[in-house]
């Protein structure tokens, strides 16, 4: 079992920068792949950015201008988000992979969330 807290979220002008972080605790953190999502009112939950046990490896989906990144000494992944926008207002969560390829990008490869933090972009 992995459990996941995320903070870090609130409410920013367009232009500026967030970081996102996820605490997690339970199963050996550094082997599995995190990744994160966000999801707005009556949209399905999207694929942000993966990364590998180690953190060596990364992938992004089409567009994105966050870098997600983790220190496996605190347990943490986090989700820099740089020159923000309205469209990126949204719940944004972390997810454990379980077990399978680090390279996940659909909901359901993923079997740890966390509850969500709240981001949102004002114009």
């Known amino acids: 079992q992995v459990q996941l807290v995320e903070s870090g979220g609130g409410l920013v002008q367009a232009g500026g920068s967030l970081r996102l972080s996820c605490a997690a605790s339970?199963?050996?953190?550094?082997?599995?792949?995190m990744g994160w999502f966000r999801q707005t009112p009556g949209k399905e939950r999207e694929f942000v950015a993966a990364?590998?046990?180690?953190?060596?490896n990364t992938y992004y989906a089409d567009s994105v201008r966050f870098t997600i990144f983790r220190d496996n000494a605190k347990n943490t992944v986090y989700l820099q988000m740089n020159n923000l926008k309205p469209e990126d207002t949204a719940v944004y969560y972390c997810?454990?992979?379980?077990?399978?390829?680090?390279?996940?990008?659909?909901?359901?490869?993923?079997?740890?969330w966390g509850q969500g933090t709240r981001v949102t972009v004002s114009s």
């Open positions: 997810a454990g992979n379980g077990g399978g390829s680090w390279l996940a990008v659909r909901v359901d490869e993923y079997a740890y």
């Open positions: 339970g199963r050996t953190f550094s082997s599995v792949g």
């Open positions: 990364i590998s046990g180690s953190g060596g």
